[in-house]
Structures are given as structure tokens and as C-alpha cells.
């Protein structure tokens, strides 16, 4: 009942350091939980990996003839799922009980707030089994990650930073936002800035490590992100219902966005253009044909380069070549010449309509 209590009265603020968000009841590990209290709570406390609360400082006292822990600015960095559960089964009066551990952590200065935020994040690390820890969840409460949530906001675009359900996002966020996932950002931006192939390569967790971390997230302004998760979400969407196009989705995202970046120099084109994906205004039909335009002429280019009979690359691998961009480039500007010509007339069609739209 403690625990349950403890969500009772702060709610979600309880873990606003935890790195990820509530995953929902039908989680298999919540399910174990939930089954655990129900059926077996007398065993619960071997069961449970337990409660981690860091705190600001932590001090046992008495109260009414008992020894009661008193914890100041608490938050559960682990066991988020079973505080949830035990909280939905409270009206049970299961007497099942948990294991929970509080470190104290003080926070006096600039140093010890730095050093509070590395410790939290190896705790978490450590101390995470029931339910994997991926390398985005430990970026979830990096700074640039907080200044994007609150940044993005501002563009009526919820930002789920923190892995959990949907559902419970949007019962929180409301109806009228937009979300989008730090793994969508960073799958546009990478595609966009990088050699495709690393999306392909490394995959959406591959791209929260040291060596891409900072070229994916290496501003907090909100329109860096949004044109190029904008673009990514019209490529995909000319991608949909062709199985090949999937393995080009990259490559052509890369290849579109170096068209549309100069266009996006100015703040205003950056907003013009958000304006026109999100109320999907007229000068999305022709981007849309160029985007057609492009994966058929990526597409033509690996079966005139896959191979022949066996040795022959299948279209999987061919799109995890490095350096593929100017390999379709010269393709167009030889055997692709009419691809080219429908792509640039397309192209101006799509540019000409932007210019012309009303901030």
C-alpha cells in the first residue's frame, strides 16, 4: 500500500528521472507483475527486481513508535512498471511486498548536479533486467533530449523522448499534438546528414551511441529536426505498398534532401514547408511524383547493377552499399537522363507552388 500511496499522491512526477515511460498492462513482464500479486503475493518479494529511489537526502526517523525513512525530492529510477501495477491492484489489499532502495545523492552545486545525472544514468544501467535498457533509453533525460521535448512542444509536436505506450502518451499529451518518437528524429536526421547506409547499418538504436549521438542531435532547434522528420514521413509515404522501395527509403531521403535543402535556407521556407506537410497543401503532389520519380530511378540502377545468376546481390544487400548517392547520381546523369528530366520538372513544379504559398 506504501508504494501505491507513493503514486497516489505525485503521479507521473514520481519518475520524471526514469528513462523510460509507463509500458502499459499488456507488457509481458507487467502481466508477470500483475499475475505475481494476484495469484502469489507472498512470493512477490522474491520475484521483483525491487524499487530504486534516488533522492536529494534521506533520513530514518520515528514516527508513532515506528522507523519510517524520510526522503526528500524522491524519484523512482527503477520500477516504474511495478509502482504502476501495484498502484492498479491497491484495491485489492494484496499483501504483497517489495524490495525499494533510496540513495541519497546531494546535489549542492553545478558539479554534484553533473555528477548526479552520470550516476542516475549508470544506476539505471545497472539496475534495469525485467525489461531491457536500449542505448536511446539511457539518452531519454540527456539535456538536448529535455530542451527538444519542451522545444518541440512549442510546434505542437509532442515528443516522446521516454519509451512507453502510446496509449499513455496520449492520455496525458491530448489529442491535439503530433507525436513523434527520438528514434524517428534521429532516423531523419542521420538519413538526411549521413551516408544512408548508416540507418540501414546501425539500425534506430545504433544511432544513440558515442560515435553518431551528437551528429543526430547536434542542435535543440526544433526546425532542424522537423523538415527533415517532414520529409522522411512524404518518402515513406511514396514508399508505401512497394516492398523494394523500403530498402531505397534512405537513400532517397538523402538524395530529396539535398534538393530541398537549399530551397530551406530561410526560417520562413522552413516554416512554409512544415505548414504545407501538416494541412497536406497542394504543392505536396508534385514532391510526391518527384519522390516516385526518384525510387524508380533507384530501383533501375540496382537491377542494371545487382549482378547476373547467382552472384547477383539481392535488393536488401545492394542498398547496404556505402556510397550509393553519387553512384545514383551518375546513373542519372547517363543512362537515367529521362528520370532526371521527369525528377527536375517535377522538382520545379513542387518548388514553384512552395514559393508561392501564403505564410
Excluded at 502469489?40 to 534516488?54: A, H, L, R
Amino acid at each position: 500500500a506504501s508504494v501505491a500511496d507513493m503514486y497516489e499522491t505525485a503521479g507521473i512526477r514520481l519518475f520524471a528521472r526514469n528513462v523510460r515511460g509507463y509500458l502499459g498492462g499488456n507488457k509481458d513482464v507487467n502481466k508477470g507483475i500483475q499475475n505475481t500479486i494476484k495469484n502469489e503475493p507472498s512470493n512477490f518479494w522474491y520475484y521483483n527486481n525491487g524499487i530504486t529511489i534516488v533522492c536529494d537526502h534521506a533520513q530514518r526517523i520515528s514516527v508513532g513508535g515506528k522507523d519510517v525513512m524520510r526522503v526528500h525530492n524522491p524519484q523512482i529510477i527503477n520500477g516504474q512498471q511495478t509502482t504502476r501495477t501495484l498502484h492498479a491492484e491497491a484495491e485489492a489489499n494484496s499483501p504483497a511486498s517489495v524490495i525499494v532502495r533510496a540513495i541519497e545523492i546531494p546535489r549542492n552545486d553545478q558539479e554534484s548536479a553533473e555528477r548526479f545525472d552520470t550516476l542516475v544514468s549508470r544506476i539505471v544501467a545497472a539496475t534495469n533486467w525485467q525489461n531491457s535498457i536500449s542505448a536511446s533509453d539511457l539518452m531519454a533525460n540527456d539535456r538536448r533530449q529535455v530542451e527538444l521535448e519542451r522545444e518541440l512542444r512549442k510546434f505542437r509536436y509532442a515528443y516522446l523522448r521516454k519509451r512507453q505506450a502510446k496509449s499513455e502518451a496520449r492520455r496525458f499529451i491530448g489529442q491535439h499534438y503530433t507525436m513523434v518518437t527520438k528514434e524517428e528524429l534521429a532516423q531523419a536526421v542521420a538519413a538526411c546528414e549521413l551516408d544512408p547506409v548508416v540507418v540501414r547499418r546501425e539500425g534506430k538504436e545504433g544511432l544513440f551511441g558515442e560515435q553518431y549521438y551528437t551528429k543526430v542531435f547536434p542542435t535543440s532547434d526544433p526546425l532542424f529536426y522537423l523538415a527533415r522528420y517532414r520529409l522522411m514521413r512524404e518518402v515513406r509515404y511514396a514508399s508505401a505498398g512497394y516492398p523494394e522501395r523500403a530498402y531505397a527509403k534512405w537513400l532517397i531521403l538523402h538524395y530529396v534532401w539535398s534538393r530541398l535543402a537549399p530551397v530551406l535556407r530561410a526560417r520562413s521556407m522552413m516554416m512554409r514547408f512544415l505548414h504545407v506537410c501538416e494541412g497536406n497543401f497542394a504543392p505536396l503532389r508534385p514532391l510526391l511524383e518527384a519522390n516516385n520519380t526518384a525510387f524508380r530511378a533507384a530501383l533501375a540502377l540496382y537491377r542494371q547493377e545487382r549482378g547476373r545468376g547467382e552472384r547477383a546481390a539481392d535488393v536488401s544487400t545492394f542498398f547496404k552499399r556505402k556510397g550509393l548517392l553519387p553512384e545514383l547520381e551518375r546513373y542519372l546523369g547517363r543512362g537515367g537522363k529521362n528520370f532526371q528530366r521527369t525528377f527536375d520538372r517535377r522538382w520545379k513544379r513542387f518548388e514553384a507552388l512552395l514559393t508561392a504559398m501564403e505564410d
